[in-house]
């Protein structure tokens, strides 16, 4: 199932599912979305602050359901990521977003709602900056605008110039789903109602601010529990601030992808230019993609949006 796409004068419902944002930061990022041409609708919500979270969960759950449910909402953007998304999810009727779909992006914290309403809903979300990102980046913009907007009909996805991939495979494409997002949020609902399924899908992975042993960790976990051996293929994004000033006690972040990606044998670009750095390209999650690993790029097979 796909969202209807997102027109110049539609409007856009922002809501905060994870962690606080400044006031000045959000208010600044929305006068940017209406300075392309978007009308926003706020959360009412999306200035509260508990802790570090935005607000009380039923609170951040209210907001997210009734952005699916306000007919005059075109598409439901996150304002921000940090923490807190896990804790909503028993909160939200999977139900009511099936019944409405609507195009729903953001990355980081959000990735356990972006995989969860895709399984649960069939619904293709997207992995994608959000309302307080830098969106004056020339080529995040773009890409985001083209997915979200244009991409109604195949298409292919590619590091911008100066970007380069590294490609391990045998095989030069392999076609399957594509699900994932940040590596420490995938990793943390193993064991329950709302972990990934990753059997025969392309699993994409990104963090930022882990050490390599985190990393380590965190795959352990994936291979342990046999998901990365289900997996068709791996996109490996941007891993920000992922490595050490010196490793006399540690692994590489490069010897950990090596040793716990790459020895299963399955195609695997490395370098993907999506994550918490700039530029960052839009990913729709659950959709279905060829991974040329000749070149380096992802095909998408089909329309995102309609």
Known sequence: MIAKRLNYGDTIGLISPAGADNPDNIKKSISFLKSLGFNVKEGKHIYDRYGYLAGKDEDRASDLMSMFLDKSVDMVL????????????????????????????????????????????????????????????????????????????????????????????????????????????????????????????????????????????????????????????FILGQFKDCSLPHYERSLTLRQVIEDRILTLNKPTILNFQSGHSYPKLTLPIGAQIKLDCKNGVIHVLEGVIK
């Open 78 to 233: 996150c304002v921000r990521g940090g923490y807190g998304t896990m804790r909503i999810l028993p909160l939200i009727d999977f139900n009511v977003i099936k019944e409405n779909p609507k195009i729903f992006a953001g990355f980081s914290d959000i990735t356990t709602l972006l995989n969860s309403i895709s399984l649960k809903c069939n619904l293709i979300t997207f992995h994608s900056p959000m309302c307080n990102s830098n969106l004056l980046d020339k080529i995040t913009l773009e890409s985001f605008l083209y997915t979200i907007m244009e991409a109604h009909k195949a298409y292919t996805i590619e590091n911008p110039e100066d970007f380069t991939t590294e490609c391990f495979s045998s095989e030069p494409f392999i076609e399957g789903q594509l699900i994932g997002g940040n590596l420490a949020l995938i990793s943390s609902t193993l064991g329950t109602p709302y972990e990934i399924d990753t059997k025969d899908k392309i699993l994409f992975i990104e963090d930022v601010s882990e050490e390599p042993y985190r990393i380590d960790r965190m795959l352990t976990q994936l291979s342990l529990s046999g998901k990365l051996q289900q997996c068709k293929g």
